[in-house]
């Protein structure tokens, strides 16, 4: 399948800016396109005003993908004519019944919604728009399954346009007519006259980008969308940690890595447990703070489009790593070293019996075994009520309750597994 990309845009509401080239939650539109689309797509047309897509694309893409460039000199005759310059390199490379994808160089897109719409056929409309104004938005009107007319000011319409399609090359017979009739014509007018079929897809993200607001917004609904609650998490994270995490992370969103993240909360964590050694209540509020920032570095890959397995292997580690330390600066300060030495086994064989079911069944095992989302003893739980024993001074008796609980929660893991998730 080949995919256009309408980049010819002026971004005069943006001052002039090259819009596909816009960073939004760490990553530039047009990159994010380019990656949701390639499962799909093996080349990839992009019509462009401006050489510094050009460079983008030469510095960043090339040798990754196949790319071709369509220069529009004339942007101000709109996007349905951005479209007939496509249209007149596609059909080159197009069989007469094989499909494509077109989309908008300053739309952004969720991978669901990719995932959703590349099924389609036609106009992807969406009949429950959440993240967009719809007052700003093109309306479409449908009749048997069929575009009926559209239009940013109808007053009766029946779903919004995505600037999502999937086409096949009969549709430049109407470009080509409509070009020849018209000075400056919009792609709106184009499907319409084409009364496209219409494939409705609704409450998925999307956005187009226009203004500097709208920016903002997208940002902050695409680390939103990378922080909705897991299967995984527990009561703290969903209540506390996780609310907290995505204030900062829509902040750095567009500035750190993951791999960054995950670094420096892995030695933000072995600060915390040095500082309990001379300071334990102020040693378990860090070690909470800690808990807190640990989100982030998920939030950051999965709005950014960075996630790896390389990067959930690392921060996995990292965290054992982390939770043995304070453990141990624990012990220290207690000397209570036998208890101390239940409370750690209990607490790395919680994390451990979780990823060994992962690795041996290839299923996470909050999915796969539903009791196992209430069990307590997360770790986002177990740091929190470590913080509110640190503060009371009550270390020894912190110790007993983690070597119970953690240990009776890996017992009571074997069982579930053994009565629902064994093959």
Known sequence: MK?????????????????????????????????????????FVIVAHSR????????????KIRYRIVWNPEPEKGNGYSFYLAGECLKQ???PDEKFVLVMGDHVYSKEFVERAIEGEGLI??????????????KVKCSGGRIEDIGKNLKSYDCVDTGFFILTPEIFSVAEEAVREKEVIGLSEIVG????????????????????DELKKARKCLVRLAGV?????????????????????????DFATPNQLTILTFLFGIFSALVALVNIPLGGILYQINSILDGMDGEVARASLRTSKFGGWLDSILDRY?????????????????????????????????????????????????VMRYLPGKRDERIFVIMVFCLLGYIVELLWLLAVLTNLRVLVTMLAVWRYGKR
């Open 93 to 95: 490379i197009l069989n």
């Open 125 to 138: 409309c969406d009949c429950n728009p959440k993240y967009i104004d719809v007052d700003e938005a093109t």
């Open 193 to 212: 006259r084409a009364k496209l079929k219409v494939t409705h897809i609704s409450g998925l993200f999307w956005m187009d980008v226009d203004t500097k």
């Open 3 to 43: 995919a256009v990309i309408l980049a010819a845009g002026r971004g005069t509401r943006l001052g002039g800016t090259v819009k596909p080239l816009l960073k939004v939650a760490g990553r530039r539109i047009i990159d994010r396109t380019i990656i949701l689309l390639s499962p799909y797509v093996d080349e």
């Open 229 to 253: 609650k897991s299967y995984g998490d527990g009561f703290i994270s969903r209540n506390l940690n996780r609310r907290l995490s995505l204030l900062i992370s829509e902040r750095i969103v």
């Open 52 to 63: 510094k897509i050009e460079e983008y694309l030469e510095k960043n893409w090339k040798g």
């Open 322 to 370: 982390v939770d043995f330390a304070f453990l141990v600066a624990l012990a220290i300060a207690s000397k209570a070293w036998l208890i101390s030495l239940f409370a750690l086994i209990g607490s790395v064989m919680v994390s451990y019996s979780t990823e060994r079911y992962k690795a041996a069944y290839f299923e996470d095992i909050y999915r796969k075994i539903p």
